[in-house]
């Protein structure tokens, strides 16, 4: 079975910086996809970054990177220039590729971005 | 921007007694998916529906749960009856086609209490 760990359960920082928010995975398949998602206070869940397992170059989006470690099974998510509208629960997923297979979630990374 | 919708956004409810939450997708998503998310962890997939008919409902108490998608839009699951341990947020959310290419849009949750 699949598992996702996430092993800090809060962090802090200040406004500007950077901050990396650390997941492991296991699993014995070849070909999946990796997430973040974000989950702002009161406010619904979104996407805020995607992998797939094949490709070697790590996503990244505006702000947003990650450092994808296949062979270590890391997957972990850099904020740069940290923002107050970061503040939210993190979590990272897990999929199988192929239809209709389900994400898995980590437990969540409580972030909270200081002024 | 189109929005995955939700009600209600809080239930408090009794044991013992029944609930019913309501789900809209993004129109043409033909993928709706049911997740649970007790306090401190990551969602966990309840049932997942393409179109009309259920995918996965491996996860779901069906002796106390049930789901229906019956036109293949809208959505409603109940509980009946509720346990202490059914408090949690409960997420909706749909995707286009439930592939592993798509992405999952998520609502805004109902927040239920079971006292």
């Known amino acids: 079975a699949q598992t996702v760990t996430q092993s800090q359960p809060e962090m802090s920082v200040q406004e500007a910086e950077t901050v990396t928010l650390s997941c492991t995975y296991d699993t014995s398949e070849s070909n999946y996809y990796l997430f973040w998602y974000k989950q702002p206070p009161s406010r619904q869940m979104i996407l805020v970054i995607r992998q797939e397992a094949y490709k070697q170059q790590n996503a990244t989006e505006n702000r947003f990177s990650v450092n994808f470690q296949k062979a270590a099974k890391s997957f972990s998510l850099k904020i740069s220039d940290s923002q107050l509208g970061d503040t939210a629960m993190y979590f990272c997923?897990?999929?199988?590729?192929?239809?209709?297979?389900?994400?898995?979630f980590g437990k969540g990374t409580r972030l909270h971005i200081l002024p | 921007e189109a929005e995955v919708a939700q009600s209600p956004r809080y239930k408090i409810t009794e044991k013992s007694q029944a609930v019913a939450f309501w789900c809209d997708p993004i129109?043409?998503?033909?993928?709706l998916y049911w997740y649970r998310q007790i306090l401190g962890q990551g969602p966990e997939l309840l049932v997942q529906?393409?179109?009309?008919?259920?995918?996965?409902d491996s996860q779901l108490p069906k002796d106390r749960f049930s789901a229906e998608r019956l036109k293949g839009v809208d959505s409603t699951l109940k509980i009946q009856p509720a346990e202490l341990g059914d408090s949690a947020m409960y997420l909706c959310a749909s995707s286009l086609a439930g592939r592993d290419t798509d992405t999952q849009y998520f609502g805004p949750g109902t927040r239920l209490t079971v006292l």
């Open positions: 129109s043409g998503h033909a993928t």
């Open positions: 997923a897990f999929m199988t590729s192929g239809r209709d297979d389900k994400i898995i």
């Open positions: 529906f393409q179109d009309e008919s259920v995918v996965d």
